[in-house]
């Protein structure tokens, strides 16, 4: 909205030309998301604790140490996360550019089923909310759509390819199959991210990394010089996403303020299906989609350890884990949640440089 408000001044204002500056304008995103996150924090955690008597209920089979440190923590945190997120983006990107309504349709869309989730477990003082297959349906449904959009949005010979990291401009021709498979990315992204929020401070940080590495992966990705450089697919208008995901960056550092143990609000499903979907939405438009596994390799792993907990337990009658997700095992085993959670930031920034290798290693 600035960039179209004020850049036809430059002419007038030179000062105004930084405008058309990616970098100036994700900068500028990530410092008004962060601005914003500490004036909307406190109302905000103000009105969620009025309307959330207990907080957000804690599972009866989770951690018992849960149900006294983290019992009358309201959720929905992931409204601040929107609205910081959402202001940024509208006020600094360049709105004429359809990769970035594509992206915003994916994250408040999952935000809006993440809400309703969280809505439901709150006034019914259960931790069960919308069941399992209605939130996938509705995910699948939203995905479907944004990336039918991205397609008709994308040149020709990059609407319908799977890009293969490792590879010079590799591209595997899907066809039709290209829709189910990328929105099948944005879905499991965004559960992935929902699966990791077990702990204060754990999926925020993982989340920040992989979206400041997916903001260089866009700048690189929408720019001719470089991308020809570096021998990765071209994407015309990619860049932008840079200064979306420079306003989840900025965003996800906001709430890690109020989230930092011991957390005054957790991100609730409207967070982490939100950020999940973004950053699968963006690896979709940059041709990244194999990338954000090993970006986003703690996500991997966390939402792995959950399916070998559940196909072992079926087939065998026994578990693999102390306790499914990952950071259940670790808690189970006695390690403090602080030491789990920086740990798992260490692994989470380790596999995002892998991740920003395979840039160059082709």
């Known amino acids: 909205m600035l960039y179209h408000l004020l850049f ?26 962060l601005v914003l996150s500490f004036f909307l924090g406190p109302p905000i955690i103000r009105w969620l604790k009025s309307k959330q ?8 089979d989770g951690p018992q140490t849960h149900i006294v440190s983290k019992a009358g923590t309201p959720t929905m945190g992931g ?3 929107l609205l910081a997120f959402g202001i940024a983006t509208l006020l600094w990107a360049d709105l004429r550019n359809g990769y970035v309504w594509a992206a915003l349709l994916v994250t408040i ?36 759509v944004a990336t039918t959009w991205i397609v008709s949005v994308a040149p020709d010979n990059l609407d319908s390819g799977l890009a293969v990291p490792f590879f010079k401009n590799v591209l595997v021709p899907l ?10 990315i944005m879905v499991g992204a965004s559960n992935a991210v929902n699966l990791t929020d077990g702990l204060d401070g754990l999926a925020i940080v993982p989340v920040m990394i992989a979206a400041a590495s997916f903001a260089l992966i866009a700048y690189l990705a929408g720019n001719v010089l470089f991308a020809n450089y570096l021998q990765i697919n071209l994407v015309p208008g990619a860049g932008e996403l840079a200064v979306f995901c420079g306003a989840l960056v900025g965003a996800g550092l ?37 990338v954000l596994a090993i970006i986003g390799g703690l996500f991997v792993l966390e939402t792995v350890s959950v399916f070998v907990q559940v196909v072992s337990f079926k087939l065998t009658g026994k578990r693999v884990f102390r306790m ?39």
């Open 8 to 33: 036809p001044f430059a002419d007038q204002f030179a000062a105004l030309n930084v405008l058309r500056y990616l970098t100036f304008r994700t900068g500028g995103a990530v410092l008004t998301a």
């Open 53 to 60: 008597r207990t907080g957000q209920p804690i599972r009866p």
């Open 79 to 81: 409204v601040l996360i």
């Open 109 to 144: 869309g999952f935000g809006a089923v993440g809400f309703a989730d969280d809505y439901l477990k709150v006034t019914r003082a259960n931790h069960r909310g919308v069941s399992g297959r209605t939130k996938l349906v509705f995910e699948i449904l939203i995905a479907a």
């Open 175 to 184: 066809g039709v199959f290209f829709i189910p498979i990328a929105a099948l």
């Open 254 to 290: 906001g709430f890690l303020w109020f989230n930092a143990p011991p957390a005054m609000l957790f991100m609730g499903d409207t967070g982490s299906l939100s950020m999940g979907g973004a950053l699968g939405a963006v690896s979709v438009i940059t041709k990244h989609e194999l």
């Open 324 to 362: 499914a997700p990952l950071h259940h095992h670790y808690e189970e085993k006695g390690w403090a949640e602080a030491t789990i959670v920086i740990r798992f930031w260490i692994i989470a920034v380790v596999l995002a440089l892998v991740g920003l290798s395979t840039l160059k290693l082709r």
